[in-house]
């Protein structure tokens, strides 16, 4: 069975210039996670949908930063514009939840984003 | 929202040896603890979880063990190989965190052969 697939894996832009990452998640998930990844630290939810609905998007800074997930399936995370300090690695996550005690999240690879 | 403290930020071992790392975590009615490895260049793998109802854990070669008067549970590594080295992330799920990871700042292990 294929993992969460992310693209791109790496991205170099400049400051003020948009960006944005993909997902797919495990076939079948109905819950969708993006996270931030800062150097050295652990993961941070920035945005958490069920199919289609974002039911947590508290930590998301909604002036610069999107998302979407289109019929429930994959997702787009955007960031318009780019600053310094979004250099991070961008995960996406999915989980099966059908109750609250099967929601383990499965991570892809991640999005290296370099602002320069 | 939860805090979660995770120790040692390092920890070199030798091959055959045990490794132990700890976190806490301040919600006491947190229910779930997922221990993830991380690789360089990779995303977070999912190698064991705890439930609250549950005291410890074991898979081969890792247990985690959880005290919920207390507030921390452990990852132990036994035998460890050079392939164990990598970063390792303890998280903490509560019931009103709708769905909410809080990851502790990780633990980078090192296995020498």
């Known amino acids: 069975e294929a993992g969460v697939v992310q693209s791109p894996r790496y991205k170099i832009i400049e400051k003020k210039q948009p960006v944005a990452f993909w997902c797919n998640p495990i076939?079948?998930?109905?819950?969708l996670y993006w996270y931030l990844q800062n150097l050295g630290q652990g993961p941070e939810l920035l945005i958490r949908y069920e199919n289609e609905e974002a039911v947590d998007d508290s930590q998301l800074p909604k002036d610069r930063f999107s998302a979407e997930r289109l019929k429930g399936v994959d997702s787009t995370l955007k960031i318009q514009p780019a600053e310094l300090g979004d250099s991070a690695v961008y995960l996406c996550?999915?989980?099966?939840?059908?109750?609250?005690?099967?929601?383990?999240?499965?991570f892809g690879p991640g999005t290296r984003l370099t602002v320069l | 929202g939860e805090n979660v403290e995770q120790h040692p930020s390092t920890l070199s071992v030798q091959e055959g040896d045990s490794a132990v790392i700890k976190c806490t975590y301040s919600?006491?009615?947190?229910?779930?603890f997922p221990w993830y490895k991380q690789e360089l260049g990779k995303g977070p793998q999912l190698i064991i979880d705890i439930r609250s109802n549950v005291g410890e854990k074991k898979d081969q070669r890792i247990a985690v063990t959880l005290n919920k008067t207390a507030k921390h549970f452990s990852l132990h590594i036994t035998e460890t190989q050079p392939e164990d080295s990598a970063v390792y992330f303890c998280?903490?799920?509560?019931?009103?965190?709708?769905?909410?990871?809080?990851f502790g700042r990780g633990t980078q292990l090192t296995v020498w052969p």
């Open positions: 996550a999915s989980s099966l939840v059908v109750s609250v005690d099967t929601d383990t999240q499965y």
């Open positions: 919600d006491s009615a947190s229910n779930y």
């Open positions: 076939s079948g998930h109905n819950t």
């Open positions: 998280a903490v799920r509560g019931p009103s965190t709708l769905g909410r990871l809080y």
